[in-house]
């Protein structure tokens, strides 16, 4: 497919898990790729990978401005443009919360939002000229609670809600903004360890679909809210959770 030949993507936690099956999916795809997180070694080697010509690697820490209006600066000045930018970075602290420390709640904030926020802002001026869309990676966890996660429960709520906002904000230009919300996600490689096979099996109780999602899957949800067969789709939240978030949450009864 080549939806998005011509085309720039910036995609935030590049460097592995679901922001790295999305740059292979947008690269596979036809687009220019800019591959922005913080270990160097690992965007290098995705960035030869999938060919240079098309993906530029920007080292850049997404709770840092400077950081993130930089890459925006580079990827216009190899590019020239940006179409699509995927706010994918954030991290999760599990911790009871009388545990949680306040610099744990001020570092996931900062990853898992603040992030979202200064993408958004320093790629707008760009974005208005291309009339892009803006793709932000929330959570399942943002959408109800979970034990030991209220920090992450309030930041992926906090990114499920600036979306709905900045649609609005930014349909006057065209602009289109949007949210997926991933539950479990893992390759196929770590799904064979012993733990998170048997991780899977306790998410298998209260979802209606077996097995779990890879990278692959979040990309291809991505790849179709940017493209122009959601042209007229924003503010949304798509859950790609195998049904989690569709149940009532009480026990199986039979």
Known sequence: MD???????????ASSGIGEGIARRFAAEGANVVLAARRKERLDALAAELGTQRTLAVVTDVTNQE???????????????????????????LKEFEETTLADWRFTMSTDVESCFLGAQAALPHLKLSRGSVINIASAS???????????????????????????????FGIRVNTVAPSLTMDDQRATVPEYGALIERFNERRA?????TPADIAGSVTF??????????????PVDGGITAASGQPNLF
């Open 67 to 93: 950081d993130i209006e930089s890459a925006v600066r580079s990827t216009v000045d190899r590019f020239g443009r940006i179409d699509v930018l995927v706010s994918n970075a954030g991290s999760a602290v």
């Open 209 to 213: 679909l077996r097995g779990y999602a």
């Open 142 to 172: 943002g959408l109800g609670g979970d034990r030991r996660l209220t920090a992450y429960n309030a930041a992926k709520g906090a990114v499920v809600n600036f979306t709905r906002g900045l649609a609005f904000d930014l349909g006057q």
């Open 225 to 238: 809210l940017a493209s122009d067969d959601a042209r007229f789709i924003t503010g949304t939240v798509l």
């Open 3 to 13: 939806r998005f030949n011509g085309k720039t993507v910036v995609v935030t936690g």
